[in-house]
């Protein structure tokens, strides 16, 4: 089981970082990109779901088939928690070392998004004071790390649960 986690939270971590770096590093680049919500996501869910196949592959490799709600729960929450992990560690050394002034470029993106919306002013300028207290909360590293756990680990949850209803499979003697 060690093994299964490993890997997949270390393959699953290491394309979220990847993609988050990448995302940071082009908003810095240029604020005033229009991001696309959709696609991020849709990328989150792809790459998660490879928590449904490591749960299916310990099932079928290591328990001749047959694995517990609970079990497969627990296999895809630790990859989870090495996947989102591995993504908070990364972001936390991008984000002091080498951008520090990440919040105010994601500022700016926000506001520019919001005027591409078709936003108002008073809309705006209230998305502003929103993101200068953001920025405030964002000076405290352990809101940084929560922040950063809650973009990545809730998601792995939700698929580990899913998963682990679908893959859950009894011997047949247990059945009855």
């Known amino acids: 089981m060690k093994r299964i986690i490993i890997v997949f939270g270390l393959i699953i971590g290491g394309i979220f970082t ?3 770096l990448y ?3 082009r908003c810095c680049n240029n604020p005033r990109y229009e991001s696309n919500d959709l696609i991020g996501y849709a990328g989150m869910l792809a790459t998660s779901s490879l928590i449904f196949i490591a749960i299916k592959s310990y099932r079928d490799k290591h328990l001749g088939g047959f694995i517990s709600f609970g ?3 627990r296999v895809g929450a630790w990859i989870s928690l090495l996947a989102s992990t591995l993504y908070v560690v990364a972001w936390l050394f991008d984000y002091y070392l080498f951008l520090p ?3 105010d470029y994601y500022t700016e993106h926000v506001l520019y998004m919001e005027e591409v919306r078709g936003a108002s002013q008073a809309q705006i300028a209230s998305k502003a004071e929103e993101m200068a ?3 405030e909360m964002y000076s405290n590293p352990l809101f940084v790390i929560l922040v950063t ?3 990545i680990l809730p998601l ?3 698929i580990s649960l899913i998963s682990a209803a679908i893959l859950k499979k009894k011997p047949k003697a247990e059945l009855a």
Request: proline share 0%; glycine share 14%.
């Open 71 to 73: 079990n497969a729960f």
């Open 23 to 25: 995302m940071a590093a």
């Open 101 to 103: 002034e990440f919040i």
């Open 156 to 158: 792995g949850l939700v």
């Open 18 to 20: 990847g993609f988050g």
């Open 149 to 151: 756990y809650a973009e």
């Open 133 to 135: 207290e953001f920025k």
